[in-house]
């Protein structure tokens, strides 16, 4: 039996995810990503190129905005937590405190500190290898602190009374030297190959603003920190992002014209800049141009809903609460076009983070593929 062809038009609603008012239709899967049955589905990787997109709107040092289409909902979500969990990073893990004397309790504190994002030469940290703390002898770099994977960076802070503050000063900030303690009082202590791996672009936190104690004349804090590369599976530290989210593109289909006061009602629907006014064009309006409903004639100069830019919509479903719009709009969402969100927490920045992922997903595919070879021998 030949497979079946199906046509274009059912390919397109394959695709959509319907939206309805108190219903979501078409969301099941098939047992595999693309196969459906009776069809000829069989994977090919130009097939696979062909359909592959990546279309970055935004890209930030900090902040990426990118669509990833063709790929199956499992694909996306594993680069999504790949980002959160397993792309390593550098965070301050062991705290050695010489003295406190701030409020602050010394467990306080570490924690704190361990929060402290850090930054450095993004080719010097690619090069980094993880610690393995153990309690056995072992002479393997891996469980050895080396210049290679542990961080030195020192927190000595003492505040003091501010002898040229004025008499009738207030604030903390003003009477005293070093009231608050700032993650720019960071020093970076470079140890062998790191004065030349991070030479331009020292070991050090993202911002120098992030207040970690408050001290008054007499207390101080000396501290001596070690950063090592960690993953956020193991800790939410060695996250390398804020967020790591995406969602499905929305769709919005006017099927019949929506005028005059129901425009500018249905545009209040959505979120700004979702949906657009137009002016009935006399050639509508006459029933000459290229689309030709009767519902434009003697129109002209009225107010159209237009579809401006579904990225913004948020899907709220409000439009179909209306009796006026009831069989003119219909929503959904695209099953294989996922919109990313990627907010770096600052050591890499967002675009790199996504190929840092794609990566650590081949070294998992190739693991995969060898289990599978002993497997059969």
């Excluded at 693309?34 to 970055?56: C, P, R, T, V, Y």
């Excluded at 062991?94 to 993004?122: C, F, M, W």
Aim: aromatic share 6%; net charge negative; with cysteine.
């Amino acid at each position: 039996m030949a497979p079946i062809q199906p046509s274009q038009d059912s390919l397109d609603r394959r695709k959509l995810v319907g939206i309805n008012a108190e219903t979501v239709t078409n969301i099941t899967s098939t047992d595999f990503p693309g196969h459906h049955a009776g069809e000829d589905n069989s994977w090919s990787l130009d097939k696979f190129k062909q359909n592959l997109k990546i279309i970055f709107h935004q890209n930030q040092t900090h902040d990426a905005v990118f669509s990833l289409v063709g790929v199956d909902a499992s694909i996306a979500n594993a680069f999504r937590r790949i980002l959160l969990a397993e792309v390593p990073t550098l965070a301050i893990e062991k705290v050695y405190v010489q003295n406190n004397t701030s409020v602050i309790a010394d467990e306080v504190l570490a924690h704190r500190l361990g929060l402290v994002p850090l930054k450095g030469d993004v080719e010097g940290m690619k090069k980094l290898v993880p610690f393995i703390e153990t309690d056995a002898d072992s002479d393997s770099k891996l469980t050895q602190r080396t210049d290679v994977n542990t961080f030195v960076l020192s927190l000595i802070v003492r505040c003091e009374r501010n002898p040229s503050a004025d008499k009738n000063a207030t604030e903390p900030e003003d009477k005293y030297i070093n009231s608050s303690v700032y993650s720019g009082h960071f020093k970076f202590i470079p140890e062998g190959i790191q004065k030349e791996r991070f030479d331009e672009v020292p070991i050090g936190p993202v911002s120098d603003k992030i207040l970690l104690a408050k001290l008054r004349p007499g207390q101080e804090i000396d501290i001596i920190t070690h950063a090592h590369m960690g993953k956020g599976g193991d800790h939410a530290k060695f996250s390398p992002v804020a967020t790591a989210t995406y969602r499905l593109l929305p769709t919005i289909t006017i099927t019949r014209p929506i005028l005059g006061d129901d425009a500018y009602k249905f545009q209040k629907c959505f979120p700004d800049g979702v949906i657009a006014l137009e002016r009935v064009t006399a050639a509508e309006s006459e029933g000459s141009a290229e689309i030709n409903d009767p519902a434009y004639y003697g129109r002209q100069g009225d107010e159209k809903a237009v579809v401006a830019d579904v990225m913004r919509d948020t899907v709220s479903r409000e439009c179909l609460r209306h009796d006026e719009f009831k069989g003119k709009v219909k929503l959904g969402r695209v099953q294989d076009h996922f919109i990313f969100s990627v907010e770096s927490t600052g050591q890499f920045p967002s675009d790199d983070l996504f190929l840092q992922s794609v990566d650590i997903l081949k070294k998992k595919a190739k693991r995969l593929l060898k289990a599978l070879d002993e497997i059969e021998k």
